[in-house]
């Protein structure tokens, strides 16, 4: 099996400042069409500590994808230590420094004298035209590998890479198939997953079942490797259904779709409408909800009643029930569900009060303690959330979980 590695230049990526993006994108790309990712360096703008990446790099891999420092400034020298790792002068391509030029001309303006650098290519290999900037990618062979240098600004990256680079390595890696597939799973914990899916999950198996999870949502990745095409679509066809058949309605969707998206669906189909009133989430519900084009068939209308009195001024919730059990309770999410659900005359309305953080938690009600109540004609069902994490994360789960107790709703 060929295999890569990937090499990030540049010290703002090890400072921290920049997160690597590069890298994400250009490992599920390979991926998509069987190379596997073996291996990530990280390294500083020093032709030394390049070197000695490629150097690692190379001996475990059949490519070594490269990304910034192809640059004019000072701290660009991705190219001088692809050069002295090859044992090669970098070489003035003329015609490459007129298409440098060109760029500049059709920008209105003079190449600065010290972009001169971009048309210098290590001898033997060959430069990547890149369409979004000045500085080309560059290919080139070493002992029967490919070394790939890219621009480190992502779109630029991205261009050379689907242009000039992908082709070429799908063509490398001729006879070595992987397909992956996507099942995204709510309601319950990652733990309970492998459980039920026992062992699936095995590291030595093929189809490969990965799990990760964000915020509840629970990504089960199957990667078949094989031969040819029709044998891997077939092994994760059979594994997805046999997940599928396993874990049962806490599936809620293949691929990248969101719960969102799935609830659309369905509210769409069953000819349904949907009214929202928050709290604690601050809007979050209705924007995930609106996030998803044509949402206005079935999303009729959002309240963000996040001070008390808004709640009975602007739903009608009953103050003596605030008094009562506090905004923060079964009684008045369950309350701003019906309220909703009767103000804007739809089939659904959610209502959801909690306590974000990072202040305002007592032992009774903790932070990360939420209440969210579904109300429809068949009822008002409720649910409390406890995640005691941060503010944002405490906000999404509860609107994520809102989202799936309207999808087991329309399930039914
Ligand atoms: P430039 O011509 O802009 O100098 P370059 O090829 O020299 O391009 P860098 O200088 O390393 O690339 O980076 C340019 C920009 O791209 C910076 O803003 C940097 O933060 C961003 N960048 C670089 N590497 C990555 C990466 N791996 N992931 C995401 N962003 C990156
Ligand atoms: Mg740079």
Known sequence: ????????????????????SNCAYISSRLLSVGLPVVAIFMTADEIDSIVKSLE????????VVMTGGLGPTDDDITRQALAQFLGVELELQTELLEQIKTFFAKRGTVMPQRCQTEAYIPAGARALPNKLGSAPGILAEYKGKKIVALPGVPAEMRQIFEDEVFTELQEYAKGQVTVVRKLKCFGAAEAQIAEKLGNLMERNRNPLINCTVSCGVITLTIIAQ????EQCEKMAEGDEKRLRGILGDLVYGSGDVSLAQVVGEKLT????????????????????????????RYFAQGWITYADNTKTNELGVPEEL?????????????????CARRKADTTFAIGISGIAGPNGGTEEKPVGLVFIALDSQAGCVQQRVFFPRGRDAIRLRAALTALNMLRMQLEV
Request: proline share 1%; charged share 20%.
């Open 322 to 338: 605030i008094n009562k059990y506090g905004a923060v309770s079964e009684e008045v999410a369950q309350a701003m569900a019906k």
């Open 56 to 63: 690692r790099a190379i001996s475990d891999s059949d490519v």
């Open 226 to 229: 094989g031969g040819w095409q």
């Open 269 to 296: 189909r069953q000819n349904k409408t949907l009214s929202v009133a928050e709290s604690c989430t601050g809007g979050l519900v209705s924007k995930l909800i609106t996030d998803v084009p044509g949402a206005s």
């Open 1 to 20: 099996v060929k295999k890569v590695s990937i090499i990030s230049v540049g010290n703002e990526l090890l400072t921290g400042q920049t997160l690597d």
